[in-house]
């Protein structure tokens, strides 16, 4: 494969993971019928439909590949016997151990959680720890899987104001009261993603958010919805800096989520002087979507990326340091220490990919120092993506804007979020 020109074209990156998951969960949750239309299909997600299916809840996906969830909901998930616990491994997912946690201590159901390599690397006392302060019987393996919940009863309300800005442990949380029927009160002065506060009124379920506080009251049935998954801007990013840093690219990418608490990558590359462009802006299921246009231009400025900003673009830090390499002067990200406990050290395998591109990166404690080069060049030999889906694309974005062979795209690791970038990959490159 030769690239002759900049990308070009349109298309519909992958749906959206973290609305993917809630979908699924929430459907197993619902009474009825829950049809999940444009699902994403990655690894990741069929450890959550696994998950599911593991408590009983027929999961079907369709000729079109959507999903249809069937259960009878919560209370008749509580009755089912289980002999013995579940062992539930959820391969390399952060999202789905976390979530189902949640859910398994409200549901008071007897399991042992674990996972793969990096996943029982990941800390997982940050959920546990409170889940037991309010009456779960759940235990970590020295704050990481296996977690083990031995199925105590959830009485007390949940009253949690956020410590780390993680959508994980607010959802964990409003996932545990709604399934055991207490009320759940959560301040987020992060601003985490509200997917599951959005999602929550299609399935009948009243929320009450104010700022940063998200009420939901004790004892509130959920009822089977149809949810329309749109594409994830984790996804999209990787087009988002590819198309603006190679010559000659302009492109749309259809359908993408982008909520502000997702779209900080949009906000930061215009600030340093990208064309980007949201088209045909729409709401679909309570979440804001557009089609983005992305046009390559000449050159960047560097910027500084701290604070709350930070927690809106986490999962797309590591491209952004990619367009931060090859900007003028220099760039900082400040307060991302959570990239550190992600599916691998981002911090270090960021750095060490683009160093590895010949950039000026220095890791710190919670981000980068980064000072533009004009030009990266690919290194002579092939790096490990420590077995990480955004770093295996990260390498692969680099690769295209530096070589003229085809980019690596190591399936494996793609497979968690991006089943199909190889295949976008070349859409873009020959259209
Ligand atoms: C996610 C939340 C984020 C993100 C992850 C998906 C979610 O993790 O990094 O990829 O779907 O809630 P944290 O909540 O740990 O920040």
Not at 128 to 145: F, K, Q, R, S
Not at 231 to 252: C, E, K, N, R
Request: charged share 20%; with cysteine.
């Amino acid at each position: 494969m030769t690239i002759q020109k900049g990308l070009k074209g349109q298309l519909r990156v992958a749906s959206d993971k973290s609305i993917t998951h809630r979908a699924i969960i929430l459907g197993a949750m619902a009474v009825g019928k829950t049809h999940i239309m444009q699902p994403l299909l990655s690894d990741d997600i069929r450890q959550t439909i696994h998950g599911v299916q593991q408590l009983g809840v027929d999961v079907v996906i369709t000729e079109h590949n959507d999903i249809i969830i069937d259960s009878l909901g919560i209370a008749d998930i509580q009755k089912r016997q289980f002999d013995e616990p579940i062992a539930f491994n959820f391969g390399n997912s952060g999202t789905t151990t976390r979530l189902m946690i949640g859910l398994l201590a409200g549901l008071g159901i007897p399991a042992v959680v674990t996972g793969d390599d990096s996943l029982t690397r990941r800390p997982m006392n940050r959920i546990v720890d409170l889940l037991t302060d309010y009456g779960a019987d759940i235990t970590t393996t020295d704050g990481h899987l296996p977690v083990t919940i031995r199925g105590g009863i959830m009485t007390d309300v949940i009253n949690e104001t956020l410590k780390v800005p993680s959508a994980q442990i607010k959802t964990s949380l409003l996932l545990a009261g709604l399934s055991a029927g207490v009320p759940v009160i959560v301040f987020d002065d992060f601003q985490t993603r509200n997917h599951t506060e959005n999602m929550l009124p299609s399935f009948g379920v009243t929320v009450d958010c104010q700022g940063g506080m998200i009420f939901v009251s004790g004892d509130q049935r959920l009822t089977a919805t149809t949810v329309s998954v749109p594409a994830d801007m984790s996804s999209a990013a990787f087009w988002l800096v590819g198309a603006t840093l190679q010559p000659g690219s302009d492109i749309v990418l259809q359908d993408v989520n982008v909520n502000e608490t997702r779209s900080g990558i949009v906000k930061v590359l215009r600030r340093m002087g990208a064309s980007i462009t949201l088209l045909n802006e729409r709401v679909q299921n309570g979440e804001p979507i557009a089609d983005v246009r992305v046009a390559s231009v000449s050159q960047l400025i560097g910027t500084t990326v701290q604070g709350g900003e930070v927690t809106t673009m986490i999962d797309e830090l590591p491209i952004l340091a990619l367009a931060l390499a090859r900007s003028e002067g220099d760039s900082r990200v400040m307060d991302a220490g959570e990239l550190r406990v992600k599916e691998s050290d981002r911090i270090n395998t960021v750095s060490e990919t683009l160093v590895a591109y010949g950039a000026d990166v220095k890791p710190t404690p919670d981000g980068f120092l980064i000072t533009g080069v004009s030009r990266l060049q690919a290194p002579a030999e092939s790096l490990s993506n420590h077995g990480d889906h955004r770093i295996a694309m990260l390498q692969s974005i680099a690769q295209l804007l530096t070589s003229n062979d085809a980019p690596i795209a190591d399936q494996a690791a793609i497979g968690v979020s991006y089943p199909d970038f190889k295949r976008d990959m070349e859409v873009l490159m020959h259209a």
